[in-house]
């Protein structure tokens, strides 16, 4: 096990609680049944420690459940917007600022105001519900990402980056005049919380502005990228978080923010523009989809909570502890020989599904069975990303099965102790020693249209588990 000072003290303390339960292994065979053999369609009381996601589910400050006491919940010009419009602009630096409930809200309004049937959307790997955005009104997306992504062993330290080679190509294939924008990540999600460089994303920027294509940013964990930039790369060790932040936003012509994940809060959103022309469009798509244009589906609370998130999410003492918990137990995972994505991401530890069930097809959704087999162990909820996640080709039908297929383990930001990693860490390495029992994978008994990992229910491929007899001991 690592050593005491491998895992840094908190900085914060703990000064509410809530209660968590621990459950038999009965009991929990039973709920995931109930749930069709999905840990999202769980009850959460009936979740030991929920790895699902981070996104929304982080504990918030005391300045932060101060800041809520001071919403105004005015409909129009609430003075709760210009707190939060002026904390966007002095972070990341975006002008226009307009509010969304979450981030696949401006997700949904960039894609509408942007792209048009027989489009092309480029970037750094997908998001499933960016894809599904994008989808839905035209768009074919291509990954441009370095071939690194795709290796969960490589230890490349900025596996978001985009192959310029595969850019250019992409453009000369399909021309500029069909590419309404390049939608990159930073960090790259599905990736397993990997980093794009300053220099890569600026040399992405030089080759989209020289082909009159746009960028947006995905900016939900940009802090925790700034926090790989700091580490990683040349030439900004001695720089800011906050610095690295803008440097980040700097050459990009717009974001699109969650702010249930870097910005420590558990609804909101915001789309950051440089263009007044396109800010004037997609406020007018707000007031139809989201609410007004200076509250955008968020309670004046929401916006001064997530206002004073983000002064939090680029505090150094902070950003450091958040990451060093996710490297804690991706440590110990990989020292029990736990196959991982390496090097470890900001949010989340990734386990490689196709190293730890190489019996189980991926037509039988390795990730998945594994996710189940987790959740069983000891009550641990994580989320499958590989080919549930992935979903259909809309012209083929076809299931879709990206190279990287692996259960996240995202850790949500402030919430869990040390004891609460070692537990997942035991029951992860506990599972994957017995992995051999596992010997039956998942098929649908129902398939949802979109964003399939969701709500989609399945059964055992064989019989009624996905354990030999006698289970796992």
Request: aromatic share 8%; charged share 25%.
């Amino acid at each position: 096990m690592p050593d005491m000072t491998e895992y840094p003290p908190e900085p914060w303390r703990i000064k509410m609680v809530e209660p968590i339960r621990a459950t038999t292994r009965e009991y929990r065979e039973r709920a995931l049944r109930d749930a069709g053999w999905n840990p999202c369609l769980l009850r959460s009381e009936d979740v030991r420690v929920d790895l699902f996601t981070d996104s929304g589910t982080n504990a918030m400050s005391d300045r932060q459940w101060s800041a809520l006491l001071r919403g105004d919940e005015a409909y129009a010009g609430a003075r709760s917007f210009y707190v939060f419009e002026q904390a966007v602009r002095s972070y990341y630096g975006y002008e226009h600022v307009i509010p969304v409930h979450q981030g696949r809200g401006g997700e949904n309004i960039l894609s509408r105001c942007l792209i048009r049937p027989g489009t092309h959307i480029a970037g750094n790997m997908y998001f499933p519900s960016t894809l599904a955005h994008q989808e839905l009104n035209g768009a074919t997306f291509h990954d441009v990402i370095v071939d690194e992504a795709q290796d969960p062993a490589s230890e490349h330290p900025f596996k978001g980056n985009v192959d310029l080679g595969k850019l250019r190509a992409v453009i000369a294939e399909v021309g500029p005049a069909a590419m309404p924008y390049l939608s990159i990540a930073a960090t790259v999600n599905m990736a397993g919380g990997q980093p794009i460089s300053v220099a890569n994303l600026t040399e992405v920027c030089e080759l989209a502005h020289a082909n009159g294509i746009p960028v947006f940013l995905d900016t939900a964990r940009a802090v925790e990228n700034a926090w790989f930039v700091q580490r990683r790369e040349p030439g900004w060790a001695d720089r800011s978080i906050a610095e690295i932040l803008r440097a980040l936003c700097a050459p990009t012509d717009g974001a699109v923010m969650s702010a249930k994940k870097d910005s420590l809060a558990n609804i909101g959103g915001w789309i950051g523009l440089r263009d007044s022309g396109l800010a004037e469009r997609a406020r007018d798509l707000v007031l139809l989809f989201e609410g007004l244009h200076t509250y955008g589906g968020m309670a004046g609370r929401d916006m001064e909570a997530i206002a004073q998130g983000i002064a939090e999410s680029v505090d150094e003492d902070h950003i450091g502890a958040r990451v060093a918990q996710v490297e804690y137990l991706g440590r110990r995972l990989h020292a029990a020989g736990v196959p991982i994505i390496r090097p470890l991401g900001g949010h989340c530890v990734c386990v490689d599904a196709t190293a730890t069930l190489p019996h189980i097809p991926r037509t039988e959704f390795t990730a998945q069975t594994l996710a189940a087999a987790v959740y069983l162990d000891a009550g641990i909820r994580g989320v499958e990303r590989g080919g549930v996640s992935a979903g259909r080709d809309p012209e083929t039908g076809e299931n879709r099965f990206p190279p990287l297929e692996f259960l996240r383990l995202a850790i949500p930001r402030r919430v869990y102790t040390r004891a609460h990693i070692d537990l997942v860490a035991d029951s992860v390495i506990r599972v994957h020693r017995q992995r051999d029992r596992i010997v039956n994978g998942l098929a649908f008994s129902y398939e949802p249209d979109h964003l399939r990992f969701f709500q989609a229910r399945f059964k055992p491929t064989q019989g009624t588990s996905i354990f030999a007899e006698g289970g796992v001991e």
